[in-house]
Nanobody, 133 residues
Framework: EVQIVESGGGLVQAGGSLRLSCVYS????????IGWFRQGPGKEREGISC????????YYEDSVKGRFTISLSDARNMAFLQMNSVKPEDTAVYYC??????????????????????????WGKGTLVTVSS
């Protein structure tokens, strides 16, 4: 059974930092992609970052590039999103999602969000991040 559970959300002041965690298990394939998505109030859900398990390549949406960092634990059972210099517009529910069975890097290296440009297979329930001005 696949499990994906996010944690780490909360209230943070603009300019501050927050680290989100995602515990995952039960994937069928060794090659997978882990992505962070978010849905702000009145907005559509958007992908903001992705990391490929095969080569550790990372991808970021322009609005978070240079501020957010995605990573995987050495044990490959957790993903993290380090959020620095947060802004009020970062307020959203943040979701961790997985693509179980990523294609080869040559296939996704030019995609905006790498392997997470595909339809994701599994989703967590989300964690709320609120940035106060």
């Amino acid at each position: 059974e696949v499990q994906i559970v996010e944690s780490g959300g909360g209230l943070v002041q603009a300019g501050g930092s927050l680290r989100l965690s995602c515990v995952y298990s039960g994937f069928t394939h060794d090659r997978y992609g882990i992505g962070w998505f978010r849905q702000g109030p009145g907005k559509e859900r958007e992908g903001i970052s992705c990391i490929a398990s095969t080569d550790g390549s990372t991808y970021y949406e322009d609005s978070v590039k240079g501020r957010f960092t995605i990573s995987l634990s050495d044990a490959r059972n957790m993903a993290f999103l380090q959020m620095n210099s947060v802004k009020p517009e970062d307020t959203a529910v943040y979701y961790c999602a997985a693509l179980d069975g990523a294609p080869s890097p040559s296939s996704y290296s030019k995609w905006p969000l790498g392997p997470c440009s595909n339809v994701m297979d599994y989703w967590g329930k989300g964690t709320l991040v609120t940035v106060s001005s």
